[in-house]
């Protein structure tokens, strides 16, 4: 029985993890707790890397767990940010951090730009395109850089691209948006 097959009718739940204000816990869409819940046509667990990713940042920054994926997609939505059969806008991200606590600045991707804000201690949203994390588009986060100087990721749609780190420029050439946040 995967995914799909308790889908639409599953509720979400909270996420009642410790969540340390620093760290950014890895949350995965399709987490049963909030991956049946009804996003962009579809379900969390195959439409919601950005509320996903976005869930992560807050936790991470701010180190409350009161805005899990399902929360953070229901907001999306209310608010306009979500299309049916596209997926969020990235404008969620600039136009909402504030009401999270956060700050968000977007700025242009490239391999420099990028290593700069996370050697100063920001997370990054990235939105890619198609390539290593997807066919069509992505959301994930870049948590900080290992000390060989690649790039940690967590990916809310794979454990298996979580688990490695990557190189800033690859990351960055298929980048269409990079997103920095800092509480």
């Not at 049963?32 to 962009?40: F, I, N, V």
């Not at 850089?145 to 990916?155: Q, S, Y």
């Amino acid at each position: 029985a995967g995914l799909l097959d308790a889908y639409p009718s599953a509720a979400s739940a909270s996420y009642d993890e410790a969540v340390e204000k620093g760290s950014v816990p890895l949350l995965y869409q399709w987490d049963t707790r909030w991956g049946y819940r009804e996003y962009c046509a579809g379900p969390i667990g195959t439409t919601g890397c950005c509320p996903t990713s976005l869930s992560m940042v807050y936790m991470g920054l701010t180190g409350k767990s009161d805005k899990t994926p399902a929360d953070m997609a229901a907001i999306a939505a209310e608010n306009g940010y979500a299309e049916d059969g596209q997926g969020t806008y990235a404008t969620f991200l600039t136009d909402m951090a504030g009401q999270f606590g956060l700050q968000c600045e977007q700025f242009t991707p490239s391999t420099q730009n990028f290593l700069t804000y996370l050697q100063s201690g920001y997370v990054v949203i990235c939105n890619v395109g198609p390539g290593d994390f997807t066919d069509s588009g992505h959301f994930f986060v870049a948590t900080g850089l290992a000390d060989d100087g690649t790039v940690e990721i967590n990916d809310p749609y794979s454990s298996v691209r979580s688990a490695e780190t990557w190189d800033a420029e690859r990351i960055a050439n298929q980048s269409i948006g990079m997103y920095a946040f800092r509480a």
